[in-house]
């Protein structure tokens, strides 16, 4: 039986005529179920001017961050399967329906899309310093997380929603650092995980800040570690959580 297909697509200040032609071009390719665009901060006059898409727009009138936008699309959506690509489109079309096929096909719980796969195809790269912190990221990520990728943090994944049911409840993260969590909870709780190389081209615009980021990364980075540990049953990080809190998760925030 056919799985029926979600997408969100988060988004800051977005470039409108880049977010509606992308989200024109998911919707002819991938005829998913459902287009949700969770939209932060929104200028006065960008929902009209996104209201005619194919897709339900939620703008919210403040900066929630990455995690927390597609956490809140996740739950609003009701489909078969979950998946969510960054609105600057950067990820290639057929690229994004191939992450989305491989959990529709069945063959992962989880599809990450990676720039950084040996197959990949980078018509174009971030700066300089964006590449080597990129890179320093994803080499630290794989030597801290059981989960060994080439790519932790592309914007292109999807998830089924039984699996999503599974580790919802264990993201705290609103921010870029999402993603990270997202991969070690899977990889925690025995998630099957697959890494699709993608076609990727990098846009102008970006609103990461590569220094003051990659520090807030590296601190997600631990963090996450720690509760996928945690998961693992690891006594002594489990020690470690018992003398602090972390807090509501995201999904408890939402509620």
Request: aromatic residues 6%; hydrophobic residues 45%; contains cysteine.
């Amino acid at each position: 039986m056919a799985q029926s297909v979600g997408v969100v697509v988060p988004t800051f200040r977005p470039d409108v005529d880049r977010l509606r032609s992308y989200v024109i071009d998911i919707d002819e390719r991938l005829a998913p179920d459902a287009i949700r665009i969770e939209l932060d901060d929104p200028a006065a006059d960008v929902p009209a001017s996104l209201a005619d898409l194919p897709a339900t727009l939620n703008a919210v009138p403040y900066r929630r961050g990455k995690g927390a936008a597609i956490t809140a699309g996740f739950e609003a959506l009701d489909t078969d399967v979950l998946a969510f690509v960054d609105a600057d489109g950067s990820t290639a079309i057929e690229s994004f329906a191939d992450i989305v096929g491989r959990v529709t096909d069945g063959s992962a719980d989880l599809a990450v899309g990676s720039r950084r796969h040996p197959d990949a195809n980078v018509h174009s790269h971030q700066t300089l310093a964006r590449r080597f912190l990129g890179d320093g990221f994803a080499w630290l990520a794989g030597r801290l997380l059981e989960v060994s990728l080439y790519d932790y943090q592309c914007g292109a994944k999807a998830i089924t929603d039984e699996e999503w049911d599974l580790v919802r409840g264990h993201l705290y993260d609103a921010g870029f650092a999402w993603d990270v969590e997202l991969v070690a909870i899977a990889g925690a709780l025995g998630l099957d995980i697959i890494e699709v190389p993608i076609d990727w081209e990098d846009q102008p615009g970006s609103t990461v800040s590569p220094v003051r980021s990659s520090l807030n990364m590296a601190t997600a980075l631990v963090r996450a570690r720690h509760r996928a540990k945690r998961l693992s049953d690891s006594r002594l990080h489990t020690a470690i959580a018992a003398r602090r809190e972390d807090g509501p998760a995201l999904v408890e925030q939402d509620e």
